[in-house]
Protein backbone atom coordinates (compact mmCIF):
# COMPACT_ATOMS: atom_id res chain seq x y z
CA UNK A 1 0.00 0.00 0.00
CA UNK A 2 1.12 3.64 -0.25
CA UNK A 3 0.89 6.49 2.18
CA UNK A 4 -0.15 9.74 0.87
CA UNK A 5 0.65 12.71 2.91
CA UNK A 6 -2.20 15.95 2.45
CA UNK A 7 -1.53 19.32 3.69
CA UNK A 8 -2.79 21.22 5.29
CA UNK A 9 -5.75 19.21 6.24
CA UNK A 10 -8.48 21.77 6.48
CA UNK A 11 -8.42 25.53 5.88
CA UNK A 12 -10.84 28.60 5.42
CA UNK A 13 -9.84 31.26 2.94
CA UNK A 14 -10.71 34.63 1.64
CA UNK A 15 -12.65 34.85 -1.68
CA UNK A 16 -9.72 36.09 -4.56
CA UNK A 17 -7.02 34.53 -2.78
CA UNK A 18 -5.21 31.49 -3.67
CA UNK A 19 -4.42 27.92 -1.77
CA UNK A 20 -1.38 25.49 -2.39
CA UNK A 21 -2.30 21.80 -1.24
CA UNK A 22 1.11 19.33 -1.03
CA UNK A 23 0.77 15.56 -1.63
CA UNK A 24 3.70 13.73 -0.23
CA UNK A 25 3.68 9.79 -1.00
CA UNK A 26 6.04 7.51 0.82
CA UNK A 27 7.45 6.02 -2.46
CA UNK A 28 8.24 6.63 -6.04
CA UNK A 29 5.06 6.76 -8.09
CA UNK A 30 4.53 7.56 -12.12
CA UNK A 31 1.02 9.33 -11.91
CA UNK A 32 -0.40 11.27 -9.14
CA UNK A 33 -4.39 12.07 -9.24
CA UNK A 34 -5.88 15.10 -8.05
CA UNK A 35 -9.58 14.92 -7.02
CA UNK A 36 -12.43 17.51 -6.04
CA UNK A 37 -15.35 16.19 -3.82
CA UNK A 38 -17.99 19.25 -3.75
CA UNK A 39 -20.38 18.97 -0.96
CA UNK A 40 -22.81 16.00 -0.56
CA UNK A 41 -21.08 14.65 -4.11
CA UNK A 42 -19.11 12.00 -5.32
CA UNK A 43 -15.24 12.49 -6.45
CA UNK A 44 -14.75 14.31 -9.58
CA UNK A 45 -11.16 13.99 -11.08
CA UNK A 46 -9.28 17.52 -11.73
CA UNK A 47 -6.22 16.56 -13.48
CA UNK A 48 -3.20 13.59 -13.60
CA UNK A 49 0.15 15.31 -12.97
CA UNK A 50 3.27 12.99 -14.26
CA UNK A 51 6.58 14.23 -13.15
CA UNK A 52 8.58 16.06 -16.21
CA UNK A 53 5.39 17.24 -17.89
CA UNK A 54 2.73 19.47 -17.73
CA UNK A 55 -0.41 17.83 -15.91
CA UNK A 56 -3.15 16.71 -18.03
CA UNK A 57 -6.53 18.12 -17.11
CA UNK A 58 -10.13 16.80 -17.26
CA UNK A 59 -12.78 18.83 -19.02
CA UNK A 60 -14.15 21.43 -17.04
CA UNK A 61 -10.66 22.27 -15.16
CA UNK A 62 -8.31 24.47 -16.21
CA UNK A 63 -4.58 25.13 -15.59
CA UNK A 64 -4.94 29.01 -14.76
CA UNK A 65 -7.06 28.05 -12.19
CA UNK A 66 -5.80 24.82 -10.58
CA UNK A 67 -2.49 24.92 -11.34
CA UNK A 68 -0.28 21.36 -10.73
CA UNK A 69 3.87 21.00 -9.72
CA UNK A 70 5.33 18.08 -9.98
CA UNK A 71 9.05 18.43 -8.89
CA UNK A 72 9.89 14.72 -8.13
CA UNK A 73 8.44 10.83 -7.91
CA UNK A 74 6.98 11.74 -4.55
CA UNK A 75 5.42 14.91 -4.13
CA UNK A 76 2.96 17.12 -6.01
CA UNK A 77 1.08 20.29 -5.38
CA UNK A 78 -2.53 21.64 -6.21
CA UNK A 79 -3.29 25.37 -6.33
CA UNK A 80 -6.87 27.01 -6.20
CA UNK A 81 -6.79 29.67 -7.44
CA UNK A 82 -8.48 32.98 -7.41
CA UNK A 83 -11.22 31.23 -5.21
CA UNK A 84 -14.46 31.96 -5.13
CA UNK A 85 -17.23 29.83 -2.72
CA UNK A 86 -17.86 27.45 -5.43
CA UNK A 87 -14.34 26.23 -4.87
CA UNK A 88 -15.49 24.93 -1.68
CA UNK A 89 -14.21 21.35 -1.53
CA UNK A 90 -12.48 18.25 -0.23
CA UNK A 91 -9.27 17.98 -2.47
CA UNK A 92 -7.93 14.79 -2.31
CA UNK A 93 -4.65 13.37 -3.58
CA UNK A 94 -4.07 9.46 -5.20
CA UNK A 95 -1.92 7.20 -6.41
CA UNK A 96 -2.42 3.96 -8.10
CA UNK A 97 -0.50 0.86 -5.98
CA UNK A 98 0.37 -2.34 -7.24
CA UNK A 99 -2.39 -3.90 -9.19
CA UNK A 100 -3.50 -0.69 -9.45
CA UNK A 101 -5.54 -0.22 -6.50
CA UNK A 102 -6.09 3.46 -5.26
CA UNK A 103 -4.76 5.05 -2.94
CA UNK A 104 -5.69 8.25 -1.10
CA UNK A 105 -4.39 11.13 1.32
CA UNK A 106 -6.74 12.36 4.07
CA UNK A 107 -7.56 15.17 1.87
CA UNK A 108 -7.62 19.24 2.50
CA UNK A 109 -11.13 20.39 3.90
CA UNK A 110 -10.98 23.92 1.91
CA UNK A 111 -13.98 26.57 2.78
CA UNK A 112 -13.75 30.07 0.61
CA UNK A 113 -15.74 33.03 2.44
CA UNK B 1 -18.24 5.88 -21.37
CA UNK B 2 -18.58 4.21 -18.00
CA UNK B 3 -21.08 5.20 -15.76
CA UNK B 4 -21.40 3.88 -11.94
CA UNK B 5 -24.23 3.84 -9.86
CA UNK B 6 -25.18 2.96 -6.25
CA UNK B 7 -28.09 1.79 -4.26
CA UNK B 8 -29.65 2.99 -1.89
CA UNK B 9 -27.83 6.01 -1.37
CA UNK B 10 -28.86 5.95 2.45
CA UNK B 11 -29.47 3.17 4.47
CA UNK B 12 -29.78 3.35 8.42
CA UNK B 13 -30.07 -0.46 10.32
CA UNK B 14 -29.38 -1.38 13.67
CA UNK B 15 -26.56 -3.04 14.91
CA UNK B 16 -25.76 -6.45 14.64
CA UNK B 17 -27.64 -6.79 10.68
CA UNK B 18 -26.09 -7.99 8.04
CA UNK B 19 -26.48 -5.61 4.55
CA UNK B 20 -25.80 -5.33 1.00
CA UNK B 21 -24.60 -2.41 -0.89
CA UNK B 22 -25.17 -2.41 -4.68
CA UNK B 23 -22.86 -1.04 -6.91
CA UNK B 24 -23.92 -1.08 -11.27
CA UNK B 25 -21.86 -0.01 -14.05
CA UNK B 26 -22.37 0.49 -17.93
CA UNK B 27 -19.43 -0.64 -19.37
CA UNK B 28 -18.66 -4.53 -18.69
CA UNK B 29 -15.49 -3.62 -20.05
CA UNK B 30 -14.19 -2.60 -16.45
CA UNK B 31 -10.80 -3.72 -15.30
CA UNK B 32 -11.28 -3.70 -11.52
CA UNK B 33 -13.20 -2.54 -9.36
CA UNK B 34 -12.97 -0.87 -5.76
CA UNK B 35 -14.47 -0.42 -2.87
CA UNK B 36 -13.87 2.50 -0.86
CA UNK B 37 -15.00 3.94 2.83
CA UNK B 38 -15.07 7.26 3.54
CA UNK B 39 -15.78 9.11 7.01
CA UNK B 40 -17.51 12.89 6.96
CA UNK B 41 -14.82 15.10 5.73
CA UNK B 42 -12.01 12.69 5.51
CA UNK B 43 -10.12 11.31 2.40
CA UNK B 44 -11.00 7.31 1.13
CA UNK B 45 -9.81 4.31 3.07
CA UNK B 46 -9.26 1.34 0.17
CA UNK B 47 -11.84 -1.54 1.37
CA UNK B 48 -11.36 -3.93 -1.39
CA UNK B 49 -10.15 -4.14 -4.77
CA UNK B 50 -11.56 -7.21 -7.11
CA UNK B 51 -9.67 -7.74 -10.65
CA UNK B 52 -11.85 -8.35 -13.46
CA UNK B 53 -10.56 -11.94 -13.40
CA UNK B 54 -11.75 -12.75 -10.12
CA UNK B 55 -15.42 -13.38 -8.46
CA UNK B 56 -15.30 -11.70 -4.74
CA UNK B 57 -12.85 -10.40 -2.77
CA UNK B 58 -13.10 -10.86 1.23
CA UNK B 59 -11.35 -9.07 4.50
CA UNK B 60 -12.63 -9.58 8.03
CA UNK B 61 -16.64 -8.90 7.96
CA UNK B 62 -16.34 -7.60 4.24
CA UNK B 63 -17.13 -9.33 0.99
CA UNK B 64 -17.33 -7.76 -2.41
CA UNK B 65 -18.35 -9.54 -5.07
CA UNK B 66 -18.01 -8.60 -9.27
CA UNK B 67 -20.53 -9.79 -12.16
CA UNK B 68 -19.27 -8.25 -15.29
CA UNK B 69 -22.13 -9.79 -17.17
CA UNK B 70 -24.45 -8.28 -15.30
CA UNK B 71 -22.60 -5.69 -14.34
CA UNK B 72 -23.23 -5.33 -10.90
CA UNK B 73 -20.82 -5.77 -7.62
CA UNK B 74 -22.14 -5.79 -4.32
CA UNK B 75 -20.30 -5.02 -0.79
CA UNK B 76 -22.03 -7.21 1.61
CA UNK B 77 -21.38 -6.38 5.64
CA UNK B 78 -21.38 -8.94 8.17
CA UNK B 79 -22.47 -8.66 11.89
CA UNK B 80 -22.71 -4.57 11.50
CA UNK B 81 -21.12 -2.11 14.22
CA UNK B 82 -21.82 1.33 14.78
CA UNK B 83 -18.08 1.83 13.62
CA UNK B 84 -18.92 0.79 9.98
CA UNK B 85 -21.04 3.97 9.89
CA UNK B 86 -19.45 5.85 6.81
CA UNK B 87 -20.02 6.62 3.09
CA UNK B 88 -19.41 3.52 0.81
CA UNK B 89 -18.30 4.32 -2.67
CA UNK B 90 -17.36 1.90 -5.46
CA UNK B 91 -15.44 3.14 -8.12
CA UNK B 92 -14.26 1.49 -11.68
CA UNK B 93 -11.74 1.48 -14.14
CA UNK B 94 -11.92 0.29 -17.47
CA UNK B 95 -8.28 -0.48 -18.55
CA UNK B 96 -5.15 0.00 -16.16
CA UNK B 97 -3.97 3.31 -17.78
CA UNK B 98 -7.77 5.07 -17.67
CA UNK B 99 -8.96 7.32 -15.03
CA UNK B 100 -11.60 5.69 -12.03
CA UNK B 101 -14.78 6.08 -12.33
CA UNK B 102 -16.94 6.64 -8.61
CA UNK B 103 -20.47 6.33 -8.04
CA UNK B 104 -22.08 8.77 -6.08
CA UNK B 105 -22.08 6.36 -2.42
CA UNK B 106 -23.85 5.18 -0.09
CA UNK B 107 -24.07 6.68 3.48
CA UNK B 108 -24.68 3.73 5.96
CA UNK B 109 -25.43 4.16 9.45
CA UNK B 110 -25.68 1.49 12.31
CA UNK B 111 -27.69 2.29 14.73
CA UNK B 112 -26.63 1.07 18.52
Known amino acids: SAVISQKPSRDICQRGTSLTIQCQVD?????MFWYRQQPGQSLTLIATANQGSEATYESGFVIDKFPISRPNLTFSTLTVSNMSPEDSSIYLC??????????FGQGTRLTVV | KQEVTQIPAALSVPEGENLVLNCSFTDSAIYNLQWFRQDPGKGLTSLLLIQSSQREQTSGRLNASLDKSSGRSTLYIAASQPGDSATYLC???????????FGPGTSLSVIP
Open chain 1, 27 to 31: SQVTM
Open chain 2, 91 to 101: AGRKTSYDKVI
Open chain 1, 94 to 103: SVDGVNTEAF
